[in-house]
């Protein structure tokens, strides 16, 4: 794999500041005013359905005078039909578009007043559809007979790398912070493995996981690649947005963080739940690898595949636990007595009730009785808990995994009550009850130092973190 970033990255990557680094957010990866070279991507107006803006080689693989021309001339007025009918953000595959020496595969997006026109080299002479669906129906067969959420993950990563050819294709899992981790992995014998290792949120920013729900494929054929600028009739059609244009050029900073990864290509496809993006299938390679049309689309369809059958594995765990808790509450029930006092009750069915929530202890505080079960703080300490929560707690519950964020006291006993579950019961002498889980200290493997900030390299590149291995 070629070392060297181009001439035109590093004087993107030098524009860059060190705040933009950090907190890229900010990036507007969607006009980059260049595409990948691997391919062309011809920008027409809707209205007058002439070709205004270009980028890749053209005048070699198309058409050599193409600017200002109508776009039935170059694709064929059956391709300009489909196009036209596509609604705002959405795509259409069109049929094979003949260029100067051989066939192109065609991809038409529709964004605002523009038609957008990828065209790439067409899928090799001979390729069955045949085989396409029947290795689509085999992968979501093998995704089908999975048992739970992490056997499901194994498996995909496994049909993903056949369909692929990539060195190495894991499943990554996004948290509620941005940060994701990786449950699965598949990958040649001679690469380190990044199982289990976790990635903060800056190496996905929030603008590029908003593009990866939107664009639900993204491949980087060759990550040295030299960016093919887009050729406009007037300046400002150079920063037409690309959003949906798997031909897109890619952020520098991406394009330095897969090379520091010893990464020749990727490929990136979207696990979206509910319009939510759950977490991606990413694929690299050692080498420059292209990925045609027909296994970009047999991805996407598996991706889909996936992401229904983590909604059922999802759904099927949550009804095992429904079950459990309904098991719970139905023996904790059966020992109450109308007769006896509620404190009663609950020195009775405390344990029933402790593992209804799995909790570690659980507190009644009734005016100025406490009663506890199972592992609790001592009694003043549980009044601080009580007198912080009782406003909050009543009349909808109160819940946290991390008490001492809200309570700066309770990291005196947070080894005793880290989580908690408060719940204000309206009765004459209200009645608090607290569940407590304790602290559960994990070590995490990062794959490099989460808090490494940007460095600058001899040629005062800002880069971002070179280093992936483990680190805790």
Not at 397 to 424: C, I, K
Request: hydrophobic share 40%; proline share 5%.
């Amino acid at each position: 794999m070629k070392a060297d970033i181009p001439a035109s990255l590093q004087d993107s990557l030098r524009a860059v500041s060190e705040d933009e680094l950090t907190l890229c957010d900010r990036e507007p990866i969607h006009i980059p005013g260049s595409i990948q070279p691997h391919g062309m991507l011809l920008v027409a107006d809707r209205g007058t359905l002439d070709i205004v803006a270009g980028a890749g080689d053209i005048e070699g693989r198309l058409a050599p005078q193409w600017l200002g021309r109508p776009l039935a001339s170059l694709i064929g007025s059956a391709a300009v039909e489909i196009a036209l009918g596509i609604e705002d953000e959405t795509s259409a595959v069109l049929d094979p578009v003949t260029g100067l020496e051989n066939s192109l595969d065609g991809v038409a997006h529709r964004t605002g007043e523009y038609l957008l026109i990828e065209l790439e080299d067409a899928e090799r002479a001979g390729a069955s559809t045949a085989r396409i669906f029947t290795r689509i129906e085999e992968a979501g067969a093998a995704l089908a007979r999975t048992h739970d959420l992490l056997d499901l993950c194994e498996a995909a990563v496994q049909q993903f790398r056949a369909i692929t050819g990539y060195d190495r294709v894991m499943i990554y899992r996004f948290h509620e912070d941005g940060a994701g981790s990786v449950m699965a992995e598949d990958r040649a014998a001679h690469l380190v493995s990044f199982l289990n290792h976790q990635f903060p949120a800056t190496d996905i920013p929030k603008q590029a996981r908003a593009l990866y729900i939107r664009n639900r494929i993204r491949v980087i054929p060759d990550v040295c690649y030299e960016p093919a600028p887009i050729r406009a009739a007037e300046p400002g059609l150079s920063e037409v947005d690309l959003s949906d244009v798997g031909l897109r050029s890619v952020s520098p900073i991406h394009i330095r963080y897969l090379q520091n990864m010893a990464v020749g290509a990727s490929a990136s496809i979207s696990i979206v739940m509910d319009g939510h993006l759950w977490g991606l299938v990413a694929c690299h390679h050692d080498e420059a690898k292209t990925i045609l049309l027909s296994d970009r689309t047999a991805c996407r369809i598996l991706a889909h595949t996936l992401s229904q059958q983590i909604a059922a594995k999802d759904e099927a765990e949550l009804t095992r636990e429904r079950v459990r808790i309904r098991a719970s509450e139905d023996t904790a029930l059966a020992l109450y007595d109308p007769e006896s006092s509620f404190e009663s009750f609950v020195e009775g069915a405390g344990s029933e009730l402790c593992r209804m929530l799995g909790a570690d202890g659980l507190a009644v505080l009734s005016g100025t009785q406490i009663s506890t079960f199972g592992r609790c703080p001592d009694e003043a300490d549980l009044r601080t808990i009580g007198e912080w929560v009782k406003d909050k707690a009543a009349p909808f519950p109160f819940l946290t995994d991390r008490l001492a964020l809200h309570l700066p006291e309770a990291e005196a006993f947070q080894s005793l009550a880290s989580g908690l579950l408060a719940v204000s019961l309206s009765t004459e002498t209200p009645i608090c009850l607290i569940w407590l889980r304790a602290e559960k200290i994990e070590t995490v493997e990062w794959a490099g130092n989460p808090h490494k900030g940007a460095s600058t390299d001899p040629n005062a590149v800002l880069t971002p973190r070179s280093s992936f291995e483990t680190w805790s």
